[in-house]
């Protein structure tokens, strides 16, 4: 089952201390706005593993929306992005 990212309130409720550092790269910022996931460099291999599994439940619609913003943001798409980080 698909789980949003948080949303901007619940970062900064959860991450007081480095929220708005969090809010301000373009890929946690539209991934709390639009609660979509978005493939990026993680800190762990398991969050990022996590994610991927996350991103994999999104709808058809959800995933067109996150290749749209994966490719005007790092140029690749979600999947190329994911092989490039584990690669």
Do not use: C
Not at 20 to 40: C, F, N, V
Not at 55 to 83: C, I, P, R
Request: glycine share 4%; charged share 30%.
């Amino acid at each position: 089952m698909y789980d949003p990212p948080y949303s901007v309130e619940e970062i900064r409720q959860q991450y007081p201390e480095k929220a708005e550092w969090l809010l301000k790269d373009p890929a946690h910022l539209w991934r709390a706005t639009m609660g979509i996931e978005l493939i990026h460099e993680e800190p762990t291999q398991e969050e990022l593993e996590r994610i991927w599994k996350n991103w994999n439940e999104m709808t058809d619609v959800q995933k067109q929306q996150s290749e749209a913003k994966s490719l005007e943001l790092f140029g690749m798409t979600n999947q190329q992005h994911y092989e490039k980080l584990t690669g």
